[in-house]
């Protein structure tokens, strides 16, 4: 069916239109890199909340080498740690604070350095750090290098914790 001239140009410029709208949306900026390691950071302990070892496991790298308790493991020995961990149930909330990332170099960065505090608390209502009765939690500093994998995914490919003082950090004296 031909359109009248003047339905053409409104339906030319309605579809030159949607292009620009299709371009500046599809090559906007995405998130920062630090801001992608933070939220991944945090879906991986929203997952461990939620015991689901398929979701922690998704920020560890099939490259992963680390440190685990003063023995180098890779990813089998990680997810087996975890499963544990999980499963004996002797916290149900994480707490993430004091997440540094340091960004490798170059414009477009595809590692970074990130050290955080991680606090394993159990308890009923615990909202914030202040709700955490020190007795009843365990604090980790982890030190660990990630990289971008699979595009923009950015997973663990080391890692290390050691144990910390929680009443530091949750402002216990």
Known sequence: MDLPSGRKSI???????????????ATRPTE?????IKAALSEAARAAENQDLGGVMEIVSQDFRGDLGGEQAGRSA??????????????????LTDVDVELGPGPDVTSADVTAHVVLASGANLKTLADVVPERAGTYKITMTMQKEDGDEWRATSAKYTATDVKSLIGVP
């Open 32 to 36: 920062k890199p630090t801001e992608q």
């Open 11 to 25: 339906a030319a410029l309605a579809l030159a239109g949607a292009v620009v709208v299709i371009v500046v949306f």
């Open 78 to 95: 990680v997810q087996g740690f975890l499963f544990l961990q999980l499963r004996r149930g002797a916290w149900n909330k994480v707490f």
